[in-house]
């Protein structure tokens, strides 16, 4: 499924949870229960739960089935850090990212408090970029969480966007992602406030990349901000020599 938040940033989406609930604004229209409610209703048995949090054992394995390296957003249909997710859970997602290293991948949450009370636990690499989501200056303490963890690439999405982020601190920050809300009554982004985000980008040395604009008509609008195209995606990293790891961290 690429009907995702990071859908132009990544080739392929992994999801081995399902489901979650509303904590921030930008949860508001959340594309990926509007996807999860229509799965249920046509009898995807994947979506049985409809939009609860669901973990999925069978899903865990996929990343070593794709053979070829692929930038892989992780639950574009779930948070991997929602309170429901046992530790034991995400560290298993976290081993089979560690483990499928031919692929590149982006784990994104709005939960930071708990991505660094687990921090400690998780088996980071460079192939595994972890952002947070900060839709308004309300919840700019979310970067730092996330700066504050062991992740070797880190990013912010502040999508969608729906309000002024002024005086950002993104020191340890590797990359930014800007984007408005999409779909059904999508609320406007100001451009105003992309432009300061980039500038401010500019300014302390960080990767920025504007994403779609708001509404149905996103591909026609495009990514150009001032007659300019801002995007710069997270490489996929070269296949390792020899075989897959034939065994994860833990016993799956």
Same mark, same amino acid.
């Given at each position: 499924?690429?009907?995702?938040?990071?859908?132009?940033?990544?080739?392929?989406?992994?999801?081995?949870?399902?489901?979650?609930?509303?904590? +921030?604004?930008?949860?508001?229209?959340?594309?990926? @229960?509007?996807?999860?409610?229509? &799965?249920?209703?046509?009898?995807?048995?994947?979506?049985?739960?409809?939009?609860?949090?669901?973990?999925?054992?069978?899903? &865990?394995?996929?990343?070593?089935?794709? =053979?070829?390296?692929?930038?892989?957003?992780?639950?574009?249909?779930? %948070?991997?850090?929602?309170?429901?997710?046992?530790?034991?859970?995400?560290?298993?997602?976290?081993?089979?990212?560690?483990?499928?290293?031919?692929?590149?991948?982006?784990?994104?949450?709005?939960?930071?408090?708990?991505?660094?009370?687990?921090?400690? *636990?998780?088996?980071?690499?460079?192939? *595994?970029?972890?952002?947070?989501?900060?839709?308004?200056? @309300?919840?700019?303490?979310?970067? /730092?969480?996330?700066? !504050?963890?062991?992740? #070797?690439?880190?990013?912010? +999405?502040?999508?969608?966007?729906?309000?002024?982020?002024?005086?950002?601190?993104?020191?340890?920050? %590797?990359?930014?992602?800007?984007?408005?809300?999409?779909?059904?009554?999508?609320?406007?982004?100001?451009? #105003?406030?992309?432009?300061?985000?980039?500038? !401010?980008?500019? @300014?302390?040395?960080?990767?920025?990349?504007? =994403?779609?604009?708001? /509404?149905?008509?996103? =591909?026609?609008? /495009?990514?150009?901000?001032?007659? *300019?195209?801002?995007?710069?995606? $997270?490489?996929? $990293?070269?296949?390792?020599? /020899?075989?897959?790891?034939?065994?994860?961290?833990?016993?799956?």
């Amino acid at each position: 499924m690429r009907n995702n938040a990071n859908s132009g940033c990544t080739t392929e989406t992994w999801n081995p949870i399902t489901g979650c609930t509303k904590v +921030s604004p930008g949860c508001k229209h959340c594309y990926a @229960e509007r996807i999860a409610l229509r &799965l249920q209703a046509i009898g995807q048995p994947k979506y049985a739960n409809g939009f609860r949090v669901t973990l999925h054992q069978d899903a &865990l394995q996929r990343p070593h089935k794709w =053979k070829r390296p692929r930038r892989v957003f992780v639950n574009s249909m779930s %948070d991997l850090f929602h309170d429901d997710v046992p530790d034991e859970f995400i560290l298993r997602v976290f081993n089979v990212m560690h483990a499928a290293r031919q692929h590149a991948y982006m784990a994104l949450t709005k939960r930071a408090e708990r991505l660094s009370r687990i921090d400690a *636990i998780l088996p980071w690499a460079s192939h *595994i970029s972890m952002g947070v989501t900060v839709e308004n200056a @309300e919840y700019a303490w979310r970067i /730092g969480h996330l700066r !504050q963890t062991g992740a #070797r690439v880190k990013f912010l +999405s502040l999508e969608p966007l729906l309000g002024p982020l002024p005086d950002l601190d993104l020191a340890g920050i %590797d990359r930014v992602f800007v984007g408005p809300e999409s779909g059904p009554n999508a609320r406007p982004m100001d451009p #105003r406030w992309v432009t300061d985000i980039r500038d !401010q980008c500019d @300014e302390q040395g960080v990767s920025f990349t504007h =994403k779609q604009r708001r /509404g149905r008509r996103r =591909k026609r609008a /495009g990514r150009a901000l001032e007659g *300019i195209r801002h995007r710069d995606l $997270p490489p996929v $990293p070269p296949r390792p020599a /020899g075989s897959l790891p034939e065994q994860l961290l833990i016993r799956m």
